[in-house]
């Protein structure tokens, strides 16, 4: 499948007024710094990724366990870029808190702090977002593998990921299909990608 703007446009402006920490299915794309190809290479209209693939997929898994309101879909890692569908489902996020409010009730730390509570605001420095949120989910994974990568090449501070990312609001299942499919077919198209670095492109 050919690059569809209407799926997948560079404006990456959040909606206005909208809660990205409410139910719902997003899809996401995050590009690499200066479309830099990091992840891999397609080879026979498929994905070979490298270490830094292999390192991008298993810190995208790790996401749902660490983050209990998370539920993963389809996704995609291409040579310089990733896709992928979020679902958000605060009806176990709320169980989960009550549950584990409930446990540190009885098991606060040497701090004074419940353990909950101290996750709670662990968030990095600096960050303004609401937490258990779409925006906090991308910051969270963002950091953790531009941290992993850049000890991996020695590169402190070096930028991995552009600073903005493009979300989508999956609103019915005819749109969920189609971007499952999108996803699907990602690597065929790659040459034609507006995300591929010899292609204009507004990223």
Known sequence: ???????????????????????????????????ECL?????????????????????????AEIRKEI?????????????GIVIINQEINRDFIKNNVEASDNNVGANGRSPLRQEIQSSPPKISMKPKSLSSLIAGFKSATTKKIN??????QNPVWQRNYYDHIIRNDE?????????????????????????PSKW
Do not use: A
């Open 151 to 156: 000890m991996i090449r020695n590169t402190p």
């Open 1 to 35: 499948m050919k690059y569809n703007p209407d799926i997948h446009k560079r404006q990456s402006i959040r909606l206005q007024g909208y809660d990205y920490s409410q139910s719902g299915l997003y899809f996401i794309t995050i590009c690499c710094y200066e479309r």
């Open 71 to 83: 539920e993963l879909d389809e996704f995609v890692i291409m040579p310089n870029h990733f896709h």
């Open 39 to 63: 992840f891999g290479n397609i080879i026979n209209s498929q994905i070979t990724l490298n270490n830094f693939g292999e390192l991008i997929k298993e810190e995208w898994l790790k996401s």
């Open 175 to 199: 749109s969920l299909t189609r971007i499952r499919e999108y996803l699907q077919n990602n690597p065929l198209s790659w040459e034609n990608d507006q995300l591929h670095p010899n292609n």
